[in-house]
């Protein structure tokens, strides 16, 4: 985030008051320490229009520990008075960041003021971006040192408070959008990507999905198994997501393992006459399919202010990736299967051995791992 | 006219003379600072609800305090390290689903009888690494002898003190008066736990037991501190009152129990500590896990 520093002029009168009032703060606090406390920090931000307003605000012993300083309590003498404000105004600035539209922005500190309550210090900072923004991403790393440090983020869009987070170490960034049709729109294509992303990075769910369409079929047929797998994950996929239901992944899983075993082994089944299974087992384990997503999308994050058009994206995401897979591979298939049947067979056969011998290690892998 | 520009030798004494103030002011910070009460070693960690009439209806604002001599600040509710929050009236209700994450009030509850409401909180750990020196002082002024013992040991045997890795926890309880006992008597289950063997406040004495995982623990340090009330009977303010004195202390019998001697009225906080070796010797040498109870006593 970065800062372009506001300096207000201030006369030595001023800075000799601000230094009697601030001995008053310093001495009628409570002489309490970092020891065997919590450290925590508030970032309050007000998104109106194109201004985006942002208030840290950090424990004056958090604050004392980034800057060195000791006692801490002398620290909220010298936030109030102003070199040491713009010093640990740059520190948080280093450290906290905001994106708009996925570009940096350029913030202008405001001013420093003492939260006798808290016991804090807190930074104004605002930015006034050209163009309004459709979404921010907020990302905290204000104190790598105190690996258990919290920032409780509150965002208030046209002044309703509209995303409430808790960054840590382990979930430093969120993403905010606008509720309105541009915000809508720029979490929908966010989340398509993601969702792309997802199945491209995702071996076992190419896999199945390859496994499905091995033995080819023609477009209906492939059509009908595709749209069975695609019917089951959007179910447990929407109620993973909004949290009615979510089986632990060290179930789903192995499950997803078994899938690819089972189409492997349901090929080499088929190709020697047996009767065609692939769209009950594209539904059945497809509702694995759908939690295995929904794992992700977790661990990406779920925007609860534009919540249907971020789901809905991620899905047809997860459509797209899968139609670009089969389209790229069932026609291959299609043709070789004109060209050298028989060379086409094996293919299947040793495409079956495959997926099998790959589902079988990772289903050995998940459970002795725990999921 | 003549005050519009001061002459340039003026500005410049006047420049030392402020200049000089302000040292004078700074370093009265720094004085006044060092006078303050030491920075303890450990803290206190107790809930302070607004009230502890427990009257059917009232709200009571709940509240967690870290510090020392029974004062201290504020600390807000972290759904992140938050195990249990609950309470026991009429039947146990979880809290923590109505807490807010960040709110120095973590709920407001109203008691629907008169019997009576157990507050209980635990955290989860979080690590801490102190200088070696401060983590024996620490352990010597909370009674963890047996601690501090394999610590002077393996100082000797390594010929260099090392720095105290220790994880901690937090188990609050807070008492808000009624009358049906075993509400406050009954052990909530906590991992580290001090619990009144008659209802909090109720006689002159307290008579507790101290639980760890469920078993008394004999040989533990209990202290516990009195702070006046309002005289409407409400708590005082917890970061504006002046620092307690410990007005009682005493060790667990056999039985894990000890009585208090509670007879003046006021705001009470009891508490005790424990230390073992961590189970997890990757992040921390030592966990230790801090009980206290609040009541008030009329």
Redo the contacts between chains.
Sequence with gaps: MGIAYLRTPMT??R??LA??L??GA??SL????S????S?S?ADIEWRGARLAVTVTLHRDDAATLLGVA?A??LL?DAVSGPTAERLARDVAARFSIRGDAEGLRFRFLGASTVP???SVAFALEALPRRPLRSIAVESRLFTVA??H?T?L?VYVDGRLTR???L?AGHPRVEVYRTDAAGAAAAFTRYVAAGMHHIFIGPDHILFIVGLILLGGGARRILGVVTAFTAAHSITLALAALGAFRPPASVVEPLIAISIVTIGWDNLRTRHGGRDWRAPIAFGFGLMHGFGFASVLGEVGLPREVLAWSLLGFNLGVEAGQVCIVLLIAPALGLLERQAPRLAARVVAAGSWGIIAAGGFWFVQRVSAGG | MGSMTRPRITQSV??AL?GA??LV??A???V???C??P?????E?WLAPSRYDGIPGAPVSIAAV???GF???R??W????GVRFAVRATKVLDLSAAA???E?EWVRFSPSDHGGALLAFESDF???T?DPERFDRYLRDEGLNDALAVRLAASRRLGAAVPGRER?RRCAKAWLTGDIERRATVPFGLPFEIVPLVAPGSGSTLPIRVLAQGRPVAGVLVKAWRTRLEPSGMPTDP??RDSSVVCWRGTTDARGEAVLDVRTAGEWLVSAVTMVPSSDRAIADWESTWASLTFERR
């Design positions: 030595r009168r800075v000799t230094r009697v601030a001995l310093a001495l409570p002489a309490t320490a020891a065997h406390d919590q925590f508030y006692p309590s002398l003498a309550e808290r016991n690996t258990q919290e409780f509150k409430q987070d808790v840590t | 006047h420049a402020v103030r302000s002011l700074v009265s910070v720094t006044a600072a060092a303050l009460p920075i303890a070693h450990a803290h960690y870290a510090g020392t004062r201290g600040e600390k807000p972290s759904p992140n390290h807010a994450a960040g120095l979080t690590p801490i102190l901690y970061s504006a």
